[in-house]
Antibody, heavy 118, light 107 residues
């Protein structure tokens, strides 16, 4: 069945960088938009970024624009989130999710934890 | 940007009760709204999309309604397994955004 698995989380110092990966299986990856969504400890969900199936279109929320970059490699069934200039407030569980057209996020990964701390 | 506001933040109800959660958008989002359920330590799960369409495999006690700026998620007969946090999310245009969540507790 369709599945997403994130990796790459960890502890990083403020101002540092980190790269997250999300690998898909069980569906035709290139046919779907993908997004990254995060959840700070004890807080709600925050949508971060979107990438179209062909990588031609990307969008970001203002809080990460210029610091985070979303990309994908359809040959590897993977979507990535490159994060730089990390701040304490970027500490969160980061989820990748499949956007089924305009029908919401129907498949989510298990999440990967990013901790920004000195 | 479109802001989403849910109410109440927390609700406590008994098994078998009818429960309603409201989500309000700061602008008209037509019917581009989804609802998710999240249990502790788990990723969210899609319940409803396009305001009222039940996702495959979701129990029929869940229903959604609304259009424009006001939406509701209803659980017709609350079950113990429904204890969770529920989020609405618009996808009318970018940036997409979630409501702050509603925690549903079983009395």
């Amino acid at each position: 069945q369709a599945q997403l698995v994130e990796s790459g989380g960890g502890l990083v110092k403020p101002g540092g960088s980190l790269s997250l990966s999300c690998t898909a299986s069980g569906f035709t990856f290139s046919h779907y938009y993908m997004s990254w969504i995060r959840q700070a400890p004890g807080k709600g969900l925050e949508w971060l970024s979107y990438i179209s199936g062909s990588s031609s279109t990307t969008y970001y929320v203002d809080s990460v624009k210029g610091r985070f970059t979303i990309s994908r490699d359809n040959a590897k069934n993977s979507v990535y989130l490159e994060m730089s200039s990390l701040r304490d407030e970027d500490t969160a569980v980061y989820y990748c999710a499949r956007a089924r057209g305009v029908d919401g996020f129907d498949i989510w990964g298990q999440g990967t934890v990013v901790t920004v701390s000195s | 940007d479109i802001q989403m506001a849910q109410s109440p933040s927390t609700l406590s109800a008994s098994v078998g009760d009818r429960v309603t959660i409201t989500c309000r958008a700061s602008q008209d989002i037509l019917a581009w709204l989804a609802w998710y359920q999240q249990k502790p330590g788990k990723a969210p799960q899609l319940l409803i999309y396009q305001s009222s369409i039940l996702e495959t495999g979701i129990p029929s006690r869940f229903s959604g309604s609304g259009s424009g700026t006001e939406f509701t998620l209803t659980i017709s007969s609350l079950q113990p397994d429904d204890s969770a946090i529920y989020y609405c999310q618009h996808y009318h245009y970018y940036p997409w955004a979630f409501g702050q969540g509603t925690k549903v507790q079983i009395k």
